[in-house]
């Protein structure tokens, strides 16, 4: 399931090393409500093998990418349900905190600087 170049996500999180509450998972992805959240409702939601980032991502990658955006899709219409509207993206580069390929998806009053 993970990598020994895997970072907080793969060690703490998917290792359930860390109870975080759990807002959806299979035996490819996981998503649970973020434990700093930036927003009033924040889901990340990654994948459970280690991918580093977006742009790391392979042709044989396809299936896990189209399984990471339905799950994007789910999660996004119950927030949009629910509260009018969010936000989902992912980051690269120096903006990627955790190089393990993630996604948030999140909406409601910011809750700290982001």
């Known amino acids: ?3 020994p ?3 907080f996500y793969c060690d703490k999180i998917l290792k359930r090393l860390l109870d ?7 035996e490819r992805v996981f ?3 973020h434990t700093k959240p930036l927003w009033e409702n924040h889901v990340v939601l990654l994948p459970k093998r280690h991918i ?3 742009i790391t991502l392979e042709e044989a990658d396809n299936d896990l990418l189209l399984e990471l955006m339905r799950t994007a899709k789910m999660i996004a219409r119950d927030f949009m349900d629910r509260f ?3 936000r989902v993206y992912t980051n690269l580069g120096d903006y990627q905190s955790s190089k393990h ?3 948030h998806i999140g909406c409601g ?3 700290r600087p982001y």
Do not use: I, K, R
């Not at 975080?20 to 299979?26: D, H, Q, S, T």
């Open 109 to 111: 009053t910011q809750l």
């Open 5 to 7: 170049t895997c970072d």
């Open 31 to 33: 998503a649970f409500h």
């Open 101 to 103: 390929l993630h996604w």
């Open 20 to 26: 975080v509450p759990v807002y959806f998972e299979n």
């Open 84 to 86: 009018g509207a969010c």
């Open 1 to 3: 399931m993970t990598s």
């Open 52 to 54: 580093e980032s977006l």
